[in-house]
């Protein structure tokens, strides 16, 4: 059975679009998954410890992977892209994050769905409206369109232009 699923990407390090899109393309490859939608990309301020701005989106996965088969094909991906687990929040090449996994909810000690932060950061909420703003928080009971029109995080969020690449 196919699953709805919901990845937040983002990079702050080297050249991050390029990270971005490699990401995406190893995304592709994944077994029993196809990529059905991505946002535009957001150039967005970093949060904690990080300097350099991110580059944000989000992609929307249907996959008969279990979440946490999908999270270890993630983070396989991190890795093969250079991703260095430092401390929370420092920069990295890549990060991605399972937002959503179609109603579920998971509470592991390495897997928290949905994210637990997603519903405080607009870096997630607009790219993630764009796709799907009448999917319903499981635990909030809200849209994410109604998640963000009711956001109080002030970080900046600027929609980056196509490329024609």
Known sequence: ???????????????RQAYYQKALDLMADLPQTTIVGCSSLYETEPIGEAKNWYVNGVVELETALSPQQLLGHLQKIELALGRKRTKKWASRTIDLDILLFDKQIVHEERLQIPHPEMHRRRFVLLPLSELAPQFVHPLLGATVAELLAGLADDKQVL??????G
């Open 159 to 164: 929609r980056l232009p196509l490329s024609n």
């Open 1 to 15: 059975m196919q699953s709805q699923v919901f990845i937040g990407v983002g990079s702050n390090l080297g050249n």
